[in-house]
């Protein structure tokens, strides 16, 4: 039955809270239950299944269910199908399902994508149905593909969506999971064939056809009939493995025994492996052919720029091959033994891609299909009709590469000049080429008189031949590498590197990667002998030594001016000022860059995502004028506007979240409350933008340190706020050392910075520990760091060479001196995200992992938006003195810096013999000897009384006396002279009065008085 989207609609409008069963009051307008799923249920934390009324989305932190919808919580709990979910709800909430009457004319329904890609396969979804089990045995019958799709939290929503899910199950029919990155929990492993996938593009903005959960795995499909052949312990000859699930269906249902890879790279990766389900099948059906069945378009090069790689394509299919047979030849550890074999289907007029297509196109005839690809294992050349078959079992590894032709150059671009004919230059390996004008391959730099990296010797025979000897010329080889960009750059460290530079890029190279460029060259010339020349002596001619020869290059490296920062993208440049972003392409760039400056990712500009005004007296009246309600503005405060665009950024959302201290909606805030977030926001963009900008501000040299707003107690740790993520986002833009906090005697460690290049951008302390020693940093922050590295000769970084820093911590720095305060800028985070809140529960997928093009090009745009922020803010004077980073609002700041700088021993204490009340040691009030109040103290403070002095301990009175406001010394004028009258405490109702020391008779004194005390006096 098909009811009206009326109708379905009011069955989704039921609230969770109506249809989530026994829910009670957790924390604010949260709510909980047992969870369903895993049955959690902690009455004393309230904890299980929690719902957000507001959100509408209830969530297990236990077991990571999620539900979006009371037909998504219908659907996962009583494990059935929509329809059914839907006709269950409307009966328990009395809601009328209409029917949808077909039109007189109407022909048959329209198909979902998930059935018209079975259909394309010659598939339904009764060759999909899957007996599964679950965990505690119960048998289900569920399918396998089936319509649906994902959204925006990455939550799996079956039965409905304009997409297709693919779930994986095992050998004994239980769902395969996987472990989620970061969570660490469990989930299925469903994949998904999203119907546009233009819609969905990946970070280099290619789109995305299939996508399988970040951190899933190496996973392989088995069909039903697989499964079922696998249980009944049947015998079969030869066991395929292809690319794509609905391919491995369509063979099995006609008899071709098959399991899916999803894609080559699970075989080309680099552990070189594939699932142990296809060495379990082998063994117990006694395989004894495995073939690897590839598409039609195997040889084809795919999409190839002008200056990229033309045969990137086909070696990744060579290396799938080639990992695949190695494989496969490690099952003879375990005593199988299997004849190897990869195979393609034949291109053909009709373009058919995989055995699928051929099977649905010969529909009439599908078994004369199967026979002929069986019979093609008898034929001597392995050419069938439908598919051609290589036995490569013993075969080495150039033989498989030929298939490809990718031993010859010239016969490959002949195979592809029609394609390649369309570009400027393509590279071939390690080496640019190009058709010349009359359409012949040439190199795109030959080989010149001066650049011949050998000598010949001609000498006559006995029998009058000619013997030609060869000897490496050094001299012509360095000249040949250097006109190719090769040479050696200086380090800091007393070493060099090899490096080439090439359109703009500087590239570290090892002495290896020289020699096989060189050896790639001789092997264009068609010299037999001058390749056995390299062979025989290579590591000779061309090994670290000797190319210790090459010249030194001084590549003019880009810099940063005052007022403006590039970032490099893979094929673009992006100029940041305080007017925005101005595009540029490599060959229009003056400079050299190195190749880890150069982001790895597609991104196109647009207009800021935020915008910026500074209020005017003029404007805060004009406003309050308009609309009473914005009586909070004032002159000084900040306007900020966000772009359409700014809305869908999550990273931008998340650090708003991280700057709402009221624990309320966005959208309920009051004028001041805004006003409020606007200041903490803009704290940490400019921040993010001062740590971007490799530039030295003799104005601003500071540290940026990340903290909790949460005032707690000294030692305890709130901890979970985000902090860390802004470190994270950084590395993904800049180079970045990253060194754990909470490393233990940090300050004690010579080569702490030994990982710090001249090409690093940033060092990050994630998590510092109490009693940080901030002040190690006091020489980098003002632009001079020593580097002391394992094995290497020490060397200094001066000015713009040295690292910006970044420090998150839990714990304020210590230090009240100026000297401290004046090298450090703020920035704070909210408890919006905490132990049991993450950024997760607000966005359904873990940050960078599992973004897509759409989320990395907002975010570029949006840390290109901090880097044009921090230079407006200096051209305007927003802070003022040159300055960019705006301060944050918010006393808790200083207070969690006096409480720091006391201790908690000590805060106890003074809180005891300052309390109002009467005593032997009540000194409230009171005029006491200094040293009577010291030894009191010190008995007190028991394991903290070792590091306590008496300049400690004045130290830590003032502070107290700050964080409780009450005066020091009344008695005594203060530095500026004044003294503590009832008029001066009334025209300085928030200052806390500290008077010079109080010496008198041989002795020093103490007072510390309330303000109701002193005007009273």
């Given at each position: 039955?098909?009811?009206?989207?009326e109708s379905i609609e009011r069955v989704s409008a039921i609230p969770l809270q109506n249809v989530i069963a026994d829910l009670q009051k957790a924390h604010g307008k949260q709510?909980?239950?047992?969870?369903?799923?895993?049955?959690?249920?902690?009455?004393?934390?309230?904890?299980?299944?929690?719902?957000?009324?507001?959100?509408?989305?209830?969530?297990?932190?236990?077991?990571?269910?999620?539900?979006?919808?009371?037909?998504?919580?219908?659907?996962?709990?009583?494990?059935?199908?929509?329809?059914?979910?839907?006709?269950?709800?409307?009966?328990?909430?009395?809601?009328?399902?209409?029917?949808?009457?077909?039109?007189?004319?109407?022909?048959?329904?329209?198909?979902?994508?998930?059935?018209?890609?079975?259909?394309?396969?010659?598939?339904?979804?009764?060759?999909?149905?899957?007996?599964?089990?679950?965990?505690?045995?119960?048998?289900?019958?569920?399918?396998?593909?089936?319509?649906?799709?994902?959204?925006?939290?990455?939550?799996?929503?079956?039965?409905?969506?304009?997409?297709?899910?693919?779930?994986?199950?095992?050998?004994?029919?239980?769902?395969?999971?996987?472990?989620?990155?970061?969570?660490?929990?469990?989930?299925?492993?469903?994949?998904?064939?999203?119907?546009?996938?233009?819609?969905?593009?990946?970070?280099?903005?290619?789109?995305?056809?299939?996508?399988?959960?970040?951190?899933?795995?190496?996973?392989?499909?088995?069909?039903?009939?697989?499964?079922?052949?696998?249980?009944?312990?049947?015998?079969?000859?030869?066991?395929?493995?292809?690319?794509?699930?609905?391919?491995?269906?369509?063979?099995?249902?006609?008899?071709?025994?098959?399991?899916?890879?999803?894609?080559?790279?699970?075989?080309?990766?680099?552990?070189?492996?594939?699932?142990?389900?296809?060495?379990?099948?082998?063994?117990?059906?006694?395989?004894?052919?495995?073939?690897f069945l590839l598409d039609s378009d195997y040889m084809d090069l795919g999409s190839v720029e002008n200056g990229k790689s033309a045969d990137q394509r086909p070696r990744n299919?060579?290396?799938?091959?080639?990992?695949?047979?190695?494989?496969?030849?490690?099952?003879?550890?375990?005593?199988?033994?299997?004849?190897?074999?990869?195979?393609?289907?034949?291109?053909?007029?009709?373009?058919?891609?995989?055995?699928?297509?051929?099977?649905?196109?010969?529909?009439?005839?599908?078994?004369?299909?199967?026979?002929?690809?069986?019979?093609?294992?008898?034929?001597?050349?392995?050419?069938?009709?439908?598919?051609?078959?290589?036995?490569?079992?013993?075969?080495?590894?150039?033989?498989?590469?030929?298939?490809?032709?990718?031993?010859?150059?010239?016969?490959?671009?002949?195979?592809?000049?029609?394609?390649?004919?369309?570009?400027?230059?393509?590279?071939?390996?390690?080496?640019?080429?190009?058709?010349?004008?009359?359409?012949?391959?040439?190199?795109?730099?030959?080989?010149?008189?001066?650049?011949?990296?050998?000598?010949?010797?001609?000498?006559?025979?006995?029998?009058?031949?000619?013997?030609?000897?060869?000897q490496f010329d050094y001299a012509n080889c360095y000249n040949f590498l250097e006109a190719r960009g090769f040479g050696r750059f200086k380090l800091k460290n007393g070493n060099?590197?090899?490096?080439?530079?090439?359109?703009?890029?500087?590239?570290?190279?090892?002495?290896?990667?020289?020699?096989?460029?060189?050896?790639?060259?001789?092997?264009?010339?068609?010299?037999?002998?001058?390749?056995?020349?390299?062979?025989?002596?290579?590591?000779?001619?061309?090994?670290?030594?000797?190319?210790?020869?090459?010249?030194?290059?001084?590549?003019?490296?880009?810099?940063?001016?005052?007022?403006?920062?590039?970032?490099?993208?893979?094929?673009?440049?992006?100029?940041?000022?305080?007017?925005?972003?101005?595009?540029?392409?490599?060959?229009?760039?003056?400079?050299?860059?190195?190749?880890?400056?150069?982001?790895?990712?597609?991104?196109?500009?647009?207009?800021?995502?935020?915008?910026?005004?500074?209020?005017?007296?003029?404007?805060?009246?004009?406003?309050?004028?308009?609309?009473?309600?914005?009586?909070?503005?004032?002159?000084?405060?900040?306007?900020?506007?966000?772009?359409?665009?700014?809305?869908?950024?999550?990273?931008?959302?998340?650090?708003?979240?991280?700057?709402?201290?009221?624990?309320?909606?966005?959208?309920?805030?009051?004028?001041?409350?805004?006003?409020?977030?606007?200041?903490?926001?803009?704290?940490?963009?400019?921040?993010?933008?001062?740590?971007?900008?490799?530039?030295?501000?003799?104005?601003?040299?500071?540290?940026?340190?990340?903290?909790?707003?949460?005032?707690?107690?000294?030692?305890?740790?709130?901890?979970?706020?985000?902090?860390?993520?802004?470190?994270?986002?950084?590395?993904?833009?800049?180079?970045?050392?990253?060194?754990?906090?909470?490393?233990?005697?940090?300050?004690?460690?010579?080569?702490?910075?030994?990982?710090?290049?001249?090409?690093?951008?940033?060092?990050?302390?994630?998590?510092?520990?109490?009693?940080?020693?901030?002040?190690?940093?006091?020489?980098?922050?003002?632009?001079?760091?020593?580097?002391?590295?394992?094995?290497?000769?020490?060397?200094?970084?001066?000015?713009?060479?040295?690292?910006?820093?970044?420090?998150?911590?839990?714990?304020?720095?210590?230090?009240?001196?100026?000297?401290?305060?004046?090298?450090?800028?703020?920035?704070?985070?909210?408890?919006?995200?905490?132990?049991?809140?993450?950024?997760?529960?607000?966005?359904?997928?873990?940050?960078?992992?599992?973004?897509?093009?759409?989320?990395?090009?907002?975010?570029?745009?949006?840390?290109?938006?901090?880097?044009?922020?921090?230079?407006?803010?200096?051209?305007?004077?927003?802070?003022?003195?040159?300055?960019?980073?705006?301060?944050?609002?918010?006393?808790?700041?200083?207070?969690?810096?006096?409480?720091?700088?006391?201790?908690?021993?000590?805060?106890?204490?003074?809180?005891?013999?300052?309390?109002?009340?009467?005593?032997?040691?009540?000194?409230?009030?009171?005029?006491?000897?200094?040293?009577?109040?010291?030894?009191?103290?010190?008995?007190?403070?028991?394991?903290?009384?070792?590091?306590?002095?008496?300049?400690?301990?004045?130290?830590?009175?003032?502070?107290?006396?700050?964080?409780?406001?009450?005066?020091?010394?009344?008695?005594?004028?203060?530095?500026?002279?004044?003294?503590?009258?009832?008029?001066?405490?009334?025209?300085?109702?928030?200052?806390?009065?500290?008077?010079?020391?109080?010496?008198?008779?041989?002795?020093?004194?103490?007072?510390?008085?309330?303000?109701?005390?002193?005007?009273?006096?």
């Amino acid at each position: 039955m098909k009811y009206t989207k009326e109708s379905i609609e009011r069955v989704s409008a039921i609230p969770l809270q109506n249809v989530i069963a026994d829910l009670q009051k957790a924390h604010g307008k949260q709510l909980y239950c047992k969870c369903p799923d895993c049955g959690l249920h902690d009455e004393k934390k309230k904890k299980g299944l929690m719902l957000n009324p507001e959100k509408q989305i209830a969530k297990c932190f236990g077991c990571d269910l999620t539900i979006t919808s009371p037909v998504n919580y219908y659907m996962k709990i009583h494990n059935v199908d929509f329809l059914p979910a839907i006709e269950a709800l409307a009966q328990n909430h009395s809601i009328t399902l209409t029917p949808e009457a077909a039109a007189p004319d109407a022909g048959p329904r329209s198909l979902s994508f998930a059935e018209i890609q079975l259909h394309a396969s010659g598939l339904t979804f009764e060759d999909v149905r899957v007996t599964s089990h679950d965990s505690d045995g119960t048998e289900r019958q569920t399918v396998a593909i089936l319509q649906g799709t994902r959204n925006n939290y990455y939550d799996i929503i079956e039965g409905t969506g304009g997409d297709m899910l693919i779930k994986y199950f095992d050998l004994e029919g239980k769902q395969v999971m996987y472990k989620q990155t970061k969570t660490n929990r469990y989930k299925p492993l469903i994949r998904v064939r999203w119907s546009n996938p233009e819609a969905h593009l990946d970070k280099r903005g290619k789109p995305i056809k299939y996508e399988s959960p970040a951190g899933s795995g190496n996973h392989i499909y088995i069909p039903e009939r697989m499964r079922s052949i696998y249980r009944a312990h049947r015998q079969f000859d030869t066991l395929y493995i292809q690319e794509g699930e609905k391919k491995a269906e369509k063979a099995c249902k006609h008899g071709l025994h098959s399991v899916a890879i999803m894609g080559i790279q699970n075989i080309a990766g680099t552990d070189k492996k594939l699932p142990e389900e296809i060495q379990l099948i082998i063994q117990r059906c006694g395989v004894k052919n495995v073939c690897f069945l590839l598409d039609s378009d195997y040889m084809d090069l795919g999409s190839v720029e002008n200056g990229k790689s033309a045969d990137q394509r086909p070696r990744n299919f060579f290396y799938a091959v080639k990992n695949y047979k190695e494989y496969m030849r490690t099952l003879r550890n375990i005593g199988l033994s299997v004849e190897i074999y990869f195979a393609h289907v034949n291109p053909n007029p009709e373009k058919d891609k995989g055995i699928d297509d051929l099977l649905v196109r010969h529909t009439a005839n599908e078994k004369a299909v199967v026979e002929d690809i069986r019979a093609t294992y008898d034929i001597k050349n392995g050419v069938g009709q439908y598919i051609t078959l290589h036995k490569i079992t013993t075969i080495d590894d150039g033989k498989i590469a030929d298939i490809w032709l990718l031993n010859d150059t010239e016969k490959f671009v002949e195979l592809h000049r029609e394609q390649l004919r369309q570009l400027t230059n393509f590279k071939i390996g390690r080496l640019l080429r190009r058709f010349d004008e009359n359409g012949i391959l040439v190199l795109d730099q030959p080989l010149l008189p001066g650049e011949q990296f050998w000598e010949e010797e001609h000498r006559e025979g006995k029998e009058g031949h000619t013997k030609i000897t060869l000897q490496f010329d050094y001299a012509n080889c360095y000249n040949f590498l250097e006109a190719r960009g090769f040479g050696r750059f200086k380090l800091k460290n007393g070493n060099f590197e090899f490096i080439r530079v090439e359109n703009h890029v500087i590239t570290t190279q090892s002495h290896n990667d020289v020699r096989d460029f060189v050896t790639e060259f001789a092997k264009e010339l068609k010299r037999k002998d001058v390749l056995n020349m390299l062979y025989r002596g290579g590591s000779q001619f061309l090994g670290p030594d000797r190319l210790s020869n090459l010249r030194y290059v001084f590549p003019t490296i880009e810099k940063a001016t005052k007022y403006s920062q590039n970032l490099f993208f893979r094929d673009k440049i992006w100029k940041v000022t305080a007017d925005g972003i101005k595009e540029t392409l490599y060959p229009q760039f003056e400079a050299h860059v190195w190749d880890d400056k150069i982001i790895d990712a597609d991104v196109t500009a647009f207009e800021p995502l935020i915008s910026v005004e500074r209020i005017t007296e003029t404007m805060a009246a004009q406003a309050i004028a308009a609309d009473p309600s914005m009586a909070g503005i004032k002159a000084g405060d900040f306007s900020v506007d966000f772009s359409a665009k700014a809305a869908k950024c999550e990273f931008l959302q998340f650090l708003m979240h991280t700057c709402n201290f009221t624990k309320r909606p966005l959208h309920t805030l009051s004028v001041h409350e805004g006003i409020e977030l606007n200041s903490h926001l803009l704290n940490k963009l400019t921040a993010l933008g001062y740590l971007m900008h490799n530039f030295v501000n003799d104005s601003e040299q500071k540290a940026v340190v990340a903290m909790d707003g949460k005032l707690s107690e000294v030692g305890s740790s709130n901890g979970r706020s985000g902090k860390s993520l802004i470190g994270k986002a950084l590395e993904y833009v800049i180079p970045t050392e990253t060194m754990a906090g909470k490393s233990k005697r940090m300050d004690e460690d010579q080569f702490i910075f030994g990982g710090v290049t001249e090409k690093t951008r940033l060092i990050f302390f994630d998590d510092v520990r109490v009693n940080f020693d901030f002040e190690m940093l006091f020489p980098a922050i003002t632009g001079y760091l020593n580097i002391n590295a394992k094995g290497a000769q020490r060397f200094s970084l001066k000015g713009a060479e040295v690292p910006k820093i970044l420090i998150t911590t839990n714990h304020a720095i210590n230090g009240d001196t100026s000297s401290f305060r004046d090298r450090q800028a703020i920035v704070v985070f909210s408890d919006h995200y905490n132990d049991e809140h993450k950024p997760i529960d607000d966005f359904g997928h873990n940050f960078f992992s599992e973004w897509d093009q759409t989320q990395w090009n907002l975010f570029y745009n949006l840390m290109a938006n901090a880097v044009s922020l921090y230079f407006q803010s200096i051209e305007n004077n927003w802070v003022g003195s040159g300055k960019g980073i705006i301060e944050p609002p918010g006393r808790d700041i200083e207070m969690r810096r006096l409480r720091q700088t006391m201790g908690e021993n000590f805060l106890i204490w003074a809180d005891e013999v300052f309390s109002d009340g009467t005593g032997e040691h009540c000194y409230l009030n009171v005029r006491t000897v200094r040293r009577n109040m010291f030894e009191n103290c010190y008995i007190s403070m028991k394991q903290d009384a070792k590091h306590l002095t008496p300049a400690k301990f004045m130290e830590k009175l003032k502070a107290y006396c700050k964080y409780r406001k009450l005066h020091l010394n009344p008695g005594v004028r203060n530095k500026d002279g004044h003294e503590c009258t009832v008029a001066w405490l009334n025209q300085n109702p928030d200052q806390i009065f500290t008077g010079m020391p109080d010496k008198s008779g041989g002795h020093e004194f103490i007072q510390v008085c309330t303000t109701d005390y002193l005007k009273g006096y």
